[in-house]
């Protein structure tokens, strides 16, 4: 049974760090591309990071570039998304996903107040 679990979520203030895991079970991780995801209440879930299964390949959303980076450990079955200089819009349920059938996670929280 395919399974992703998200961590790492919170509140942090503006221009402040996090960094969230996603650990996989049930599928052979390493086969798959895997990335995160967002939403906000009322809107269209929005592709944040994507990595590709050999982890030699990225894309980011315009609204992160240069500010978040994915990463993949296959050894752990994990991809992470870590998230530098946080800003107020960047509030979300972060989810992760691997393109395999039922591949999401349950989302994790990210709220950037002061």
């Known amino acids: 049974q395919v399974k992703l679990v998200e961590s790492g979520g919170g509140l942090v203030q503006p221009g402040g760090s996090l960094r969230l895991s996603c650990t996989a079970s049930g599928f052979k991780f390493e086969m798959y591309q895997v990335g995160w995801y967002r939403q906000v209440p009322g809107k269209e879930r929005e592709m944040v990071a994507s990595i590709t299964r050999l982890g030699d390949n990225t894309n980011y959303a315009d609204s992160v570039r240069g500010r978040f980076t994915v990463s993949r450990d296959d050894a752990k079955s994990a991809v992470y998304l870590q998230m530098n200089n946080l800003k107020p819009e960047d509030t979300a349920v972060y989810y992760c996903?691997?393109?395999?059938?039922?591949?999401w996670g349950q989302g994790t929280q990210v709220t950037v107040s002061s």
């Open positions: 996903y691997a393109l395999i059938r039922n591949g």
